[in-house]
């Protein structure tokens, strides 16, 4: 009976396989993801104008120390042919200001006149050493370009600054004797645009 029971079992067991293929399932379709939409290129943003700087003016140091320099020559009491030390002009405006092109305008000034012979630039930076100043140093005060005008054998020193407003600034000079100290000669103006 033992048989018989395996062979019913192995027959209920054979049947209730199917016999035939399995049926094909139907193939999963997979949706496509929706695409995100491609945004536009972001504009950059408007900003205000940015507004024009405002125009620097060049002042014209040349125009405006030509007159000083002028009535320095024709000073009374001047001895034509005599050492002028020429300072580097002082700025004591209330603001920055090209002080060295100033400086260089009264050189340029001063180049072809008869009446003085100014202390050539390479002498003047070597007696500054010798007074212990820096070749870059103005001399800030009369007394030490008096000083320094005595070491380079200078009969005459001429003295500038720039003062009051920095946007119309006005230029002061002064024509010393050496010897003295004497203010032989002074004058003003203002610097030009």
């Not at 290129?41 to 040349?62: A, F, G, H, M, S």
Request: charged share 15%; proline share 11%; aromatic share 4%.
């Amino acid at each position: 009976m033992k048989k018989f029971l395996w062979v019913t079992l192995a027959a209920l067991v054979l049947t209730g396989c199917p016999s035939r293929p399995p049926e094909p399932t139907a193939p999963v379709t997979v949706e496509p993801q929706p695409q995100p939409e491609p945004q536009p290129e972001p504009l950059p943003p408007t900003t205000e104008p940015v507004p024009q700087p405002p125009k620097i003016q060049q002042l014209d140091w040349l125009g405006s120390v030509q007159p000083l320099v002028n009535q320095t020559l024709k000073a009374d009491g001047v001895t034509p042919g005599s050492v002028l030390l020429l300072d580097s002009v002082k700025n004591n405006t209330n603001g920055s200001l090209s002080i060295g092109n100033a400086t260089s305008a009264l050189h340029q000034a001063l180049a072809s006149n008869k009446t003085f012979a100014v202390v050539p630039e390479a002498q003047l930076a070597s007696a500054k050493q010798t007074l212990g100043l820096s070749a870059e140093d103005s001399l800030g005060s009369r007394s030490k370009a008096i000083g320094l005008a005595r070491i380079v054998n200078a009969q005459y020193v001429l003295y500038s600054a720039v003062s009051g407003d920095v946007k119309s600034p006005a230029m002061e000079m002064q024509l010393m004797l050496v010897q003295t100290g004497e203010i032989v000669w002074s004058g003003n103006g203002d610097v030009k645009y």
